[in-house]
């Protein structure tokens, strides 16, 4: 069955462009971005790498690690490595995992033989410092993501772990919050001492509560 969220995040011994990890040592009590790749050498696959690589120290920052995968191997990912940074001016800067085995994609289900039978979608999987999964995503080979999105969406399973609140539509790092429904007004006005204004019993806004 497809790893669902609260689940585990399996655990695995790869090689990668960093040398062999242990994902879960690698980890440490940090938040992990592990996120998949259809195929070395190709053009979106680029784009990203060098995407994530200029975002990685907004990760650190959020005190999360990023990790890649593609189904090709050590010596492939070594010899595309010089090509991210002429095409996007960023070098790779996190490791990359050779899975050629595919020993990591069908632990994490990044094969979907009914969109290809060889290469992997792109996954992404956000894992807490509890190693659970709190976030899947999946695009298809031909769509590249928005990482700036995974940063954003890590931003609230953050506050939302930490607070009982949840992140309303398109919300972004410092705008207003709801509190969850099952907070009472009453005790809303002792956990939320900034206020709260109500639109309706259920949907109540609440300035964000770690600034
Ligand atoms: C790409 O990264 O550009 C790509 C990879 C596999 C299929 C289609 C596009």
Redesign the pocket.
């Known amino acids: 069955m497809a790893l669902q969220l609260g689940d585990l995040a399996p655990d695995f011994t790869a090689e990668t462009t960093e040398g062999t990890i242990s994902f879960h040592d690698w980890l440490g009590d940090r938040w992990g971005i592990l996120f998949s ?3 070395d050498f ?4 680029t784009t990203e790498l060098g995407e994530v690589s200029r975002l990685k120290g907004e990760f650190e920052k959020r005190n999360a690690k990023v990790i890649g995968l593609s189904v090709d191997s050590l010596d492939s990912h070594e010899r595309w490595v010089g090509d991210i940074a002429d095409a996007t001016g960023h070098a790779l800067n996190f490791p990359l995992i050779a899975d050629s085995d595919r020993k990591v994609s069908d632990l994490y289900g990044m094969i979907h033989p009914n969109a290809s039978d060889t ?1 992997t979608v792109r996954s992404v999987f956000v894992i807490a410092p509890d190693k659970k999964v709190k976030l899947t995503i999946t695009y298809p ?2 769509t590249g993501r928005n990482f700036e999105e995974i940063l954003r969406v890590l931003e609230s399973l953050q506050l939302t772990a930490g607070y009982s609140v949840a992140t309303p539509v398109n919300w972004q790092e410092g705008e207003d919050v709801i509190i969850v429904p099952a907070v009472s007004d009453e005790d809303a006005k002792v956990k939320f001492p900034k206020g709260f204004r109500t639109v309706k019993p259920y949907l109540r806004y609440t300035p964000q509560p770690d600034l």
């Open positions: 790749h259809p195929k190709t053009p979106v696959c290469l080979a031909s």
